[in-house]
């Protein structure tokens, strides 16, 4: 027989606490998870990029019945629009019963990754070699972009206002590129650099071509004909890549990682794995009783300045429409929103256990990571949740059987990070981050775990499908 459990024991299962495995917390979970981490695989190898991510979020969004939104025109609860912003951006939205002024649902996520992205004169030969000159982009460790492959993406616009597109790297019988790096046999001096500096900044060169143009009375043969090959298939001139956005990324495909297929690797999960889940939340709702709002936006990476980065009004400007549109006092408006700003947080690594605080680190395969604040050091630079906002999200969580744990990026003085939450709070709306947990954040291989996404994915749903 089952022996009594002691006063003891019942008061600690009461008050006290144990993370469990989402494995043995939600076994109807197991499966739901492998199948939606199925799409989003196919998502990530689509949107490499967060104009390839746009175009993605815009071709899945009219498919489910969205419709790009129109300044002055009046919509009604159900209804469901987007907006497009400089094909680098997007907000949608799906109408709620309740007036705006009421406030609305804001779930918040961006879709750059760090990269290397082309300079302005890019191509160059020496040696009788093709190369592009890059500029990295958003917080990298650049040793780890030598000898790995690169595909080339992006848009070039012409001296004649044309516009084309640039994909290389991501077919079959695609070409791809790579950063080269030394033979260990030839290292020693480049091995006494510290770890950061293995590969500088003006060493990630990416090397595109080796053969050259037929004409012998031609100076730089090889750039010639790299050129002239860019110019064949795309129409483009040297000088046209001033006008260009081009950027590097891994060539692989996400893949499942672990003999037991419960993980992903893939370049780019941060941050389209929060970015993807709360696009699925958001197509998902329907007559929402507060007006929802999935906004996936760019530039997070490098501070989130310029017109298509959250520290840009475009979306308290389509805000303060939907206010116009119903009459409704916009500053009451964001007074009374929320907001989730997703974002990955780090995943405690038993190999580098150093930088993290056991209790209080996120664990993958324990759920959405609810983190009350970011920072640097004393918090520098964070929005810090209040009590009234976490009990909130934690207490809707728990509702709708959704497994969460809270998540701190580091040891205290340990490094740190920001997330665009708090240019949200800035404008006097509750926000609180969720997210991800992650091994090997920034890197080209990037590791989350199908559990985690899933998990992801239902907190926007409670959060979109709330009533209060």
């Known amino acids: 027989m089952e022996k009594e459990k002691t006063a003891g024991q019942q008061l600690a299962e009461k008050i006290l606490y144990e993370p469990e495995h989402i494995w043995d917390a939600a076994p109807q979970a197991r499966q739901e998870a492998m199948d939606f981490c199925e799409d989003y695989k196919s998502f990530l190898n689509a ?7 746009v175009s993605e979020i815009v071709r899945r969004v009219e498919a489910a019945g969205y419709v790009p939104f129109e300044v002055g025109k009046t919509y009604s609860a159900g209804d469901k629009i987007y907006f497009n912003n400089r094909e680098k951006a997007v907000i949608c939205a799906t109408l709620g019963q309740k007036g705006v002024q009421e406030g609305t649902h804001l779930m918040i996520a961006h879709i750059d990754s760090p990269r290397l992205d082309l300079k302005p004169n890019p191509l160059y030969e020496d040696s009788e070699l093709a190369l592009f000159k890059t500029h990295y982009y958003g917080g990298i460790r650049k040793y780890q972009w030598g000898a790995t492959p690169l595909s080339l993406h992006g848009v070039v616009v012409k001296s004649n206002g ?10 079959e019988g695609d070409p791809v590129f790579c950063v080269t790096d030394l033979l260990p046999h030839l290292a020693a001096e480049q091995s006494k650099r510290s770890l950061g500096e293995g590969l500088k900044g003006e060493e990630l060169n990416i090397l595109v071509g080796s053969l050259p143009y037929e004409d012998k009375e031609v100076k730089e043969r090889v750039k010639l004909q790299i050129m002239n090959l860019l110019y064949e298939k795309y129409g483009f001139t040297e000088r046209d890549f ?3 956005e081009l950027e590097a990324v891994p060539a692989f495909k996400a893949v499942d990682v672990g003999l037991d297929r419960s993980m992903i690797g893939s370049y780019g999960h941060d941050d389209r794995v929060c970015a993807y889940t709360a696009l699925q939340a958001e197509i998902q709702v329907k007559n929402p009783t507060y007006t929802t709002v999935c906004v996936l936006t760019d530039k997070e990476e490098t501070g989130s300045d310029g ?3 959250l520290q840009c009004d475009y979306l308290f400007h389509f805000l303060g429409h939907l206010a116009d549109m119903q009459n409704a006092n916009y500053k009451v408006m964001l007074a009374n929103s929320k907001c989730l700003s997703a974002d990955v947080n780090a995943a405690f690594d038993p190999t580098f256990p150093d930088v993290l605080e ?12 609810v ?25 809707l969580l728990d509702a709708k059987g959704v497994i969460w744990q809270t998540g701190e990026l580091g040891k205290v003085d340990m490094g740190g990070g920001g997330t665009i939450a708090k240019y949200v709070a800035n404008r006097n709306v509750d926000v609180v981050d969720i ?21 992801t994915y239902k ?10």
């Open 47 to 53: 949107a490499k990029t967060e104009r390839e991510a």
């Open 162 to 171: 044309e516009k084309v597109t640039v994909r290389i790297g991501e077919d």
């Open 242 to 244: 001033t006008r260009a």
């Open 307 to 309: 017109v298509t980065g």
């Open 358 to 369: 056991r209790r209080n680190a996120a664990f993958l395969n324990r759920g959405v990571a």
């Open 371 to 395: 983190t009350k604040y970011t920072g640097a050091r004393g918090k520098s630079s964070t929005n810090d949740a209040g009590a009234e906002m976490m009990g909130y999200v934690t207490n």
């Open 435 to 455: 997210g991800v947990p992650m091994l090997s954040m920034h890197a080209p291989f990037e590791l989350v775990a199908k559990l985690d996404v899933y998990m």
């Open 459 to 468: 907190a926007f749903a409670a959060f979109a499908e709330s009533d209060f």
